[in-house]
């Protein structure tokens, strides 16, 4: 079953860091171009941050550029976002998904990050 | 920076009729890179189109998309009961390299 499955979300300080994983299996994740999106409480689809299936080129929404780093290791099927410098801004459940024909058709459930004091 | 505008917002409507969601785009869009999906209450979204026009794997064929350029256009034949959800547009390829809508709640009338 192809499946991805996301972890590390969690309440954290403004200024705080942390770091999302995403699990993946059922698929060849190392011939697939990957993506986080995020969505706020009662809000749309963001995008995020994207990274090719070498891993060696990544995009970011100006959002979160020069603070989230997304990045990947082929070798344990895993997705990797970490955040630095957070904000209240960034609370949203945040998705790992798969990139395909440049659509998202596979979607993790989402791990929710809550930035307050 | 391209933009992508949903309309309407809301659109009420009864089982058994048909949708019609509107996804506007500030520039020219790649018919290639542009999709569709849709998201319920507490779930993550559901890819239903992709390259504008094409099914996604297990989609019903009442979900239909078309259009070019910067008008796009996702249909709903007949609507079933566990179609009422938020649908989103979404380009890949300009700048920003990912955008999405504003999504269009279809609810029950």
Known sequence: EVQL???????????????????????????SGMTWVRQA?????????VIVSGGLT??????????????????????????????????????????SRGAMDVWGQGTT???SS | ?????????????????RATLSCRASQSVSSSYLAWYQQKPGQAPRLLIYSASSRATGIPDRFSGSGSGT??????????????AVYYCQQ??????????????VEIK
């Open chain 1, 5 to 31: 499955l996301e972890s590390g979300g969690g309440l954290v300080q403004p200024g705080g860091s942390l770091r999302l994983s995403c699990a993946a299996s059922g698929f060849t994740f190392s011939s």
């Open chain 1, 41 to 49: 409480p009662g809000k749309g689809l963001e995008w995020v941050s």
């Open chain 1, 58 to 99: 990544t995009h970011y929404a100006d959002a979160v550029k020069g603070r989230f780093t997304i990045s990947r290791d082929n070798s344990k099927n895993m997705l990797y976002l970490q955040m630095n410098s957070l904000r209240a801004e960034d609370t949203a459940v945040y998705y790992c998904a798969r990139v």
């Open chain 1, 113 to 115: 990050l809550t930035v």
């Open chain 2, 1 to 17: 920076e391209i933009v992508l505008t949903q309309s309407p917002g809301t659109l009420s409507l009864s089982p058994g009729e």
């Open chain 2, 71 to 84: 008008d796009f256009t996702l249909t709903i034949s007949r609507l079933e009961p566990e179609d009422f």
């Open chain 2, 92 to 105: 890949y390829g300009s700048s920003p390299l990912l955008t999405f809508g504003g999504g269009t709640k």
